[in-house]
């Protein structure tokens, strides 16, 4: 029902925009008339969904509650079990040996690879504890990849900082660096949800083929980079080095 009312909608401001431009007709009559169409379908609707519901006998509509009552049972015990393992916070996987019991025991899994002394990994950090709160289906975690030598050759750590997306215990992703988040270090946490999104290993209603990102603040910054003019006009990028993703 939304679906089929928002196209109606757009459908009228549409055909109010055509119309005005062609200077057939006054814009506040056009929209007035345009509205209450679109009211006049949400509310054939709702009757016709209220209709359904009538037509439903007693039995039917006990069976409904049931499977509701269900479902959320089901979904209340499921939170209950992802707690006991963890979800809903970002903490650190202490030993190598512990990397896979994690893995294992939770079907949706995001693995932040860093170093103490890498400043791109607090950037991480930040944005990782955000989404562990809100997307307690999945596990967060961080490893310190100084302490884990034979797992980082065994995934194939060669930038720090690395985000592993892990489903049902295979890699459906590898972020490297901020190169896939908009090559800044200013990304928003949209954009880290974004691209976790893309490896499925969160519930995720957004776009997913329009990356959650933003301009950058001043127009004295491009791509989280200061810049600076030379001597002849032209920009310089400083920091332009290797420094934005270690290598490993």
């Known amino acids: ?63 409904i509650k049931r ?67 809100k997307h307690i289906e999945t596990k967060f975690c961080k490893i310190n990849a100084e302490k884990t030598p034979f797992l980082c050759e065994r995934l194939k750590i060669r930038v720090i900082p690395s985000i592993l997306l892990i489903k049902n215990q295979q890699t459906t992703g590898h972020i490297m660096g901020f190169t896939e988040l908009g090559n800044t270090d200013e990304f928003t946490t949209e954009m880290m949800e974004w691209r976790l999104a893309h490896g499925e290993v969160i519930n995720y209603s957004g776009d997913l083929n329009t990356p959650q990102t933003r301009l950058p603040r001043t127009e004295d910054q491009l791509y989280g980079k200061k810049i600076k003019m030379g001597a002849r006009g032209g920009k310089i990028k400083e920091g332009a080095d290797s420094d934005d993703e270690n290598d490993w």
């Open 1 to 63: 029902m939304g679906v089929e009312l928002g196209l109606e909608v757009e459908y009228c401001f549409r055909f109010i925009l055509e119309t005005v431009m062609a200077g057939q007709m006054d814009m506040g009559a056009i929209l007035g008339e345009q509205l209450l169409n679109a009211a006049k379908v949400m509310e054939e609707q709702v009757d016709q969904e209220i209709a359904n519901l009538d037509k439903m006998d007693e039995d039917e509509l006990e069976v």
């Open 67 to 133: 499977r509701r009552i269900e479902m959320m049972k089901k979904h209340q015990e499921k939170k209950a079990d992802w707690k006991l393992q963890g979800h809903g916070e970002y903490q650190e996987i202490p030993e190598e040996k512990e990397f896979f019991p994690v893995t294992k025991n939770s079907e949706n899994c995001v693995i932040h690879f860093y170093r103490d002394e890498t400043f791109r990994c607090k950037i991480v950090d930040k944005h990782l504890s955000i989404l562990a709160k």
